[in-house]
């Protein structure tokens, strides 16, 4: 099952984008990674099977504590 995962994270440096690229793109299951901006900085990832609490726990601990899950959602 393919699943869309919207994750929020305050962006403050291009060195913090490039940890949430790492950690997201280096869990299993992922296929794509993007950032959105409207108004709010978002990581939207996308795969099969993919744990998105663990994710999410991960961005908390290694980048940023304000990381929070927003949805999952069955990709189509």
Do not use: W, Y
Not at 3 to 31: N, W
Not at 32 to 52: L, N
């Amino acid at each position: 099952m393919r699943q869309k995962i919207v994750i929020e994270v305050p962006l403050h440096c291009a060195k913090c984008r490039k940890k949430i690229l790492a950690i997201c793109t280096t869990s299993d299951g992922v296929t794509s990674v993007t950032f959105q901006r409207e108004g709010k900085d978002q990581v939207m990832i996308k795969g099969e099977k993919v744990d998105s609490a663990r994710i999410t726990e991960c961005l908390r601990q290694k980048v940023n504590r304000h990381a929070k899950l927003l949805s999952v959602a069955k990709d189509e």
